[in-house]
């Protein structure tokens, strides 16, 4: 394929056609993914999911984590994940702008989130894009969820390794931090461990240590998640985060945890491709957008009940296939 050549400009087009919603693009798209997925059957490329609430500090973590798997000579893709991109207006002048010693690296390349506008949408695209910069020879992609929400539980079901990362702060400020989240997480990394914060990173990492214990029940053959202290300004524990994720794809590829989680979310993303299509059919139908109208109408004034408007909808929508053949 064209991405065996590395060139950023040939994986960043591959990309945005792989993202375009127009037909001509999907049929190239769809031949483009055939040809690079037997590529990717073989490589043993390591997809980490990282998320945290705001102030965590990931983009300064991303970078720092960068920059030394760079020097250890891996490819490494940043992807960002954003359902509410579309609202905002994108996020690519602030990945640029967060990540810039990365951005100008040679090894590295940083793209933000697709502007899909749903979180359906969203999850095809980067499954897709994660597709693409591994037949480019990047062999570490990270995904970072930009938004809130359902976005993680989304990355966590298309990487191999979920990191989660915490701030040093009050109890209030990680009463934040979903229970679900936690639950889902491989690793736990608390930020900032530099300065007068040091205390304070000590403290949670003894509350989520504890924490996983309580909520994660493994076997013996399973990973182990645990807690890890970095400071991305100072570059301690850095190594030992990088140290820790490569433990656990070694641990994941020997016990076939591996092979089976991409088993399975390679059937996940076949729905999503599924929801994301249907999705399109409804909006480019004409047909049904005046009935479409008059049901929101109904919904907001609260004379119909969602479920029962949905129904309607869809079996008009049904109906009008049938009646097409």
């Given at each position: 394929?064209?991405?065996?050549?590395g060139?950023?400009?040939?994986?960043?087009?591959?990309?945005?056609?792989?993202?375009?919603?127009?037909?001509?693009?999907?049929?190239?798209?769809?031949?483009?993914?055939?040809?690079?997925l037997?590529?990717?059957?073989q490589?043993?490329?390591?997809?980490?999911g990282?998320?945290?609430?705001?102030?965590?500090?990931?983009?300064?973590?991303i970078?720092?984590?960068?920059?030394?798997?760079?020097?250890?000579?891996?490819?490494?893709?940043?992807l960002?994940?954003?359902p509410?991109s579309t609202?905002?207006?994108g996020?690519?002048?602030?990945?640029?702008?967060?990540?810039?010693?990365?951005?100008?690296?040679?090894?590295?390349y940083?793209?933000?989130?697709?502007?899909?506008?749903?979180?359906g949408?969203?999850?095809?695209?980067?499954?897709?894009?994660?597709?693409?910069?591994?037949?480019?020879?990047?062999?570490?992609?990270?995904?970072?969820?930009?938004g809130?929400?359902?976005s993680?539980?989304?990355v966590?079901?298309?990487?191999?390794?979920f990191?989660?990362?915490?701030?040093?702060?009050?109890?209030?400020?990680?009463?934040?931090?979903?229970?679900?989240?936690?639950?889902?997480?491989?690793?736990?990394?608390?930020?900032?461990?530099?300065?007068?914060?040091?205390?304070a990173v000590?403290?949670?990492?003894?509350?989520?240590?504890?924490?996983?214990?309580?909520?994660?029940?493994h076997?013996?053959?399973?990973?182990?998640?645990?807690v890890?202290?970095?400071?991305?300004?100072?570059?301690e524990g850095?190594?030992d985060?990088?140290?820790?994720?490569?433990?656990?794809?070694?641990?994941?590829?020997?016990?076939?945890?591996?092979?089976?989680?991409?088993?399975?979310?390679?059937?996940?993303?076949?729905?999503?491709?599924?929801?994301?299509?249907?999705?399109?059919?409804f909006?480019r139908?004409?047909?049904?957008?005046?009935?479409?109208?008059?049901?929101?109408?109904?919904?907001?004034?609260?004379?119909?009940?969602?479920?029962?408007?949905?129904?309607?909808?869809?079996?008009?929508?049904?109906e009008?296939?049938?009646?097409?053949?």
């Amino acid at each position: 394929t064209p991405l065996n050549s590395g060139k950023r400009a040939a994986l960043a087009r591959a990309i945005t056609q792989s993202e375009s919603t127009l037909d001509s693009h999907k049929k190239e798209a769809a031949n483009l993914m055939s040809s690079v997925l037997e590529h990717n059957l073989q490589n043993k490329s390591l997809r980490i999911g990282i998320s945290g609430p705001p102030g965590a500090g990931k983009s300064t973590f991303i970078e720092a984590l960068g920059l030394h798997l760079t020097e250890c000579n891996n490819k490494l893709a940043v992807l960002a994940v954003d359902p509410s991109s579309t609202m905002s207006g994108g996020s690519l002048l602030a990945d640029k702008t967060r990540m810039q010693q990365l951005s100008a690296n040679s090894s590295a390349y940083i793209r933000p989130s697709p502007n899909r506008g749903h979180l359906g949408g969203v999850a095809r695209a980067t499954n897709a894009a994660i597709q693409l910069c591994e037949a480019g020879g990047y062999n570490v992609i990270i995904v970072e969820t930009v938004g809130a929400g359902q976005s993680e539980i989304a990355v966590a079901n298309m990487t191999d390794l979920f990191v989660l990362l915490i701030p040093p702060g009050s109890g209030d400020e990680l009463q934040g931090i979903k229970k679900g989240i936690v639950e889902v997480a491989d690793m736990i990394i608390v930020t900032k461990a530099d300065g007068n914060l040091k205390t304070a990173v000590r403290l949670v990492k003894t509350e989520y240590s504890r924490a996983l214990r309580l909520l994660r029940n493994h076997d013996e053959t399973s990973w182990k998640p645990f807690v890890l202290t970095v400071s991305s300004v100072t570059g301690e524990g850095i190594s030992d985060a990088w140290n820790e994720m490569l433990e656990f794809q070694k641990q994941m590829i020997s016990t076939g945890q591996y092979h089976d989680k991409r088993s399975r979310q390679r059937v996940t993303w076949l729905w999503d491709h599924v929801q994301d299509e249907l999705l399109e059919l409804f909006k480019r139908d004409t047909s049904i957008i005046e009935f479409q109208n008059k049901l929101e109408d109904n919904v907001r004034s609260g004379v119909l009940m969602p479920s029962t408007a949905a129904q309607q909808l869809l079996s008009f929508f049904l109906e009008g296939k049938r009646t097409l053949k």
